[in-house]
């Protein structure tokens, strides 16, 4: 009895032990770590919301992102305080640099164009990317835009050579057949409302379809739904279905694989994974963002009808009544070094730049930082994150001026560089820095298509039941749909 006594007290002493040192590593982890840190941001003169113990600040974020959602917006560009209400609101209460916690892990965000540049050009290899969530490493896999080192170095050489002038030159065709099988199916809703939003998520995943796949297109396009669906189970943490649909994608890319495999240069062959991971990437980067630039620059055409008749005049002088081609698209490009490529006309690209200055399609950018750096004057800590808001930077009347909120494309007419005063960092919708958008060209090359043929055919007006409310989701899109009117100019293009 006595042996059994000791054993129990030992049992006892061992449990309290151990629920000592689990209580003591809460504490540390969830306590006394966000504290210091907090501290000492606090003494280098940094301030923020204050740590919250566990959540952070994310049941205040989420409070405020609810309360915007419900208020009325009026039709103004405008959109910093309901996209991200929770940085607006700490920029004018803290300043443009403050201390955010996204639960335990500090966040500081920067607004200043020189620190920006220099997380994102990343010289020094102190800030990686930030690991994805179980649901959103489903949604885009291990590809170009997530992976890290000698992995994403090889990506983003298959990459380049994918998305070099020769290869846009052929992607072109894709494009305007796209196109083209969307106006056919407007022919029948002429002076009627037309959900765009959706119009173009068709659209862009069509056109992403037959560049990717080719004369596979249609079973590209079964991919892509199966990605769709996946988005949808992200969004309800349905993680078996998740799984299903996972399965099914990996096996149609095997398909499809199967049949081309003769023709594959060995030594840039990808596996599998590889490629199901880029067609995620590719579906994600290349639809989700273009779909959202084309509904934002429509709109924007439908509300600004001076600006609207204007393109088209460019437009029509450029291709007549013909479908655009690659060449012609060359004329409607500006001088900047963005897009490489001189100009006749700078109408389009103008619109397009100020459509995703006022609407970029990704409000923002945030960096791991991998171990203790200097940034500008700030000693950061390891783990914390860096928090780089393109929405902040494109809606800072410091860097745009006064009427930073207008639509005005003017001020791109000298081309980017003049336009942001040659600072880089002041309008990124690609990101900046070795990670930029590697699919950039492409995608304003599709846009210009794509609105180039709409503007020959049809002129368009916001319905009198457009409800303007841009919500941000993946990327931007109107919180409920975005209806517009099209009327034909009889053009037979």
């Not at 993680?239 to 299903?244: C, F, T, V």
Request: aromatic share 10%.
């Amino acid at each position: 009895m006595e042996t059994m006594g000791n054993l129990l007290i030992l049992f006892t002493a061992s449990l309290c032990l151990y629920l000592f040192v689990a209580l003591l590593n809460v504490f540390y982890k969830y306590w006394w770590i966000p504290q210091r840190v907090q501290f000492i941001m606090n003494s280098q003169g940094i301030r923020g919301p204050p740590y919250e113990f566990i959540h952070g600040n994310n049941k205040e974020i989420a409070q405020m992102f609810m309360e915007a959602s419900t208020k009325p917006m009026a039709l103004t560009h405008d959109i910093f305080p309901r996209v991200v209400p929770h940085v607006y609101s700490w920029i004018n209460k803290y300043g443009k640099t403050y201390l955010s916690w996204n639960g335990i892990r500090a966040r500081l965000l920067i607004t200043d164009p020189e620190l920006v540049k220099e997380v994102l050009k990343n010289s020094e290899k102190a800030f990686r990317k930030t690991k994805a969530s179980y649901f959103f490493d489903k949604l885009i896999g291990d590809g170009l835009a997530s992976t890290e080192r000698e992995k994403w170095a090889r990506l983003r050489k298959l990459a380049n050579y994918a998305f070099h002038g020769e290869s846009l030159k052929t992607m072109t065709p894709a494009v305007v057949a796209s196109v083209e099988t969307m106006l056919e199916k407007w022919k029948s809703k002429e002076g009627k409302e037309i959900e765009v939003f959706q119009e173009f998520r068709l659209l862009t995943s069509e056109v992403i379809s037959r560049t990717a796949f080719g004369s596979s297109y249609l079973e590209g396009e079964k991919i892509f739904d199966m990605l769709r669906s996946c988005h949808k189970f992200w969004k309800s943490a349905d993680e078996i279905e998740s799984e299903r649909i996972a399965k099914m994608i990996h096996d149609s890319v095997m398909s499809i694989v199967e049949k081309r495999e003769k023709r594959a240069d060995e030594k840039n062959r990808l596996s599998i994974q590889d490629l199901v991971d880029e067609c995620k990437t590719f579906y994600f980067a290349g639809q989700e963002t273009v779909n959202s630039l084309l509904a934002w620059a429509t709109l924007l055409l439908a509300i600004h009808t001076d600006w609207q008749d204007r393109a088209r005049a460019e437009v029509i002088e450029v291709f007549g009544n013909q479908n655009p081609n690659f060449e012609g698209m060359a004329k409607l490009k500006t001088v900047s070094k963005l897009y490489k490529f001189k100009s006749l006309k700078l109408t389009i690209t103008m619109i397009i730049n100020e459509t995703l200055r006022l609407y970029p399609p990704i409000s923002g950018v945030i960096r791991e930082v991998g171990r203790e750096v200097q940034l500008g004057k700030l000693v950061l800590h390891t783990h914390s994150e860096v928090d780089m808001r393109i929405i902040a930077l494109h809606h800072d009347p410091d860097l745009w001026g006064d009427d930073v909120n207008l639509f005005k494309p003017e001020r791109f007419a000298e081309g980017i560089a003049k336009a942001t005063k040659y600072n880089a960092a002041a309008f990124m919708p690609f990101g900046l820095g070795p990670r930029s958008c590697i699919g950039m060209s492409f995608a304003i090359t599709e846009a210009k298509t794509a609105l180039s043929m709409i503007l020959q055919r049809y002129t368009v007006t916001v319905s009198p039941t457009y409800v303007h409310a841009p919500a941000p989701r993946l990327t931007l899109k109107p919180q409920h749909e975005m209806q517009l009117l099209f009327h034909s100019l009889h053009y037979d293009a």
